[in-house]
């Protein structure tokens, strides 16, 4: 079974929906992160958290929102999607606080018409 | 401002050796990463220099100085399968790690 899932892998959505882009680990980790990969530009990180009671806006957060319901819950939220938001994102997990090594899941890849 | 450069795409063929730079300017430095992404994959770790020097693991080293704030990932014996895109990262020590824009590396035959 894989250590980081997400769900869902794919979706279509229209702009000013409502969408949440869930993950979940089985590592243990306190630290999970969700990012945005857009051709060219690597990753960037949305938000970041490094325990349930511990929520972090990354460098591109604005329309983005985050829940972190358990240690190994985290979600991602866009309240109203804007066709700019299509982009193929990641939720990452660390255990190691002196290296910060992230292990990633899958990713979604949301499109936005 | 913070940033990490890295070459847009590398080509090289089979069998042959190639390196990946990658400069840094970062406010905070605890160490080097490199992760490795198929295309239609995740990122996965390959390597971590906190210290100066060439770390070897297998076909891959990673190399750091740090006075110079550069590094690279160097792939030995090349493979049709290391064709994907390398990411340099730092972990800045402010609890995250930024990463680089990525380099796509072709392996022809």
């Known amino acids: 079974d894989a250590d980081v899932t997400q769900t869902p892998r794919n979706r279509i959505t229209k702009t000013g929906k409502r969408i949440m882009l869930e993950c979940s680990q089985t590592k243990g980790h306190d630290r999970m992160y969700w990012y945005r990969q857009d051709p060219g530009l690597g990753l960037r990180l949305i938000y970041y958290?490094?325990?349930?009671?511990?929520?972090n806006k990354g460098e591109i957060s604005d329309g983005y929102s985050v829940s972190r319901q358990a240690q190994a819950k985290f979600s991602l939220s866009l309240e109203s999607a804007i066709p700019n938001q299509t982009a193929l994102y990641f939720c990452?997990?660390?255990?190691?606080?002196?290296?910060?090594?992230?292990?990633f899941g899958p990713g979604t890849r949301l499109t936005v018409l | 401002g913070q940033s990490l450069e890295q070459p847009s795409e590398v080509t090289a063929v089979e069998g042959a050796i190639v390196q990946i730079n990658c400069t840094y300017q970062?406010?905070?430095?605890?160490?080097l990463s490199w992760y490795q992404q198929h295309d239609g994959g995740a990122p996965t770790f390959l390597s971590y220099?906190?210290?100066?020097g060439l770390e070897e693991t297998g076909r891959f080293s990673s190399f750091l100085s740090r006075s110079d704030s550069y590094g690279y990932l160097l792939l030995q014996e090349l493979q049709m399968k290391d064709s994907a895109s390398y990411f340099c990262a730092v972990y800045t020590g402010g609890f995250k790690t930024i990463f680089g824009a990525g380099t796509r590396l072709f392996v022809k035959a």
């Open positions: 970062t406010s905070g430095f605890y160490g």
């Open positions: 958290s490094f325990d349930v009671k511990d929520i």
């Open positions: 220099n906190a210290l100066d």
């Open positions: 990452a997990t660390s255990g190691d606080r002196a290296t910060d090594t992230q292990y």
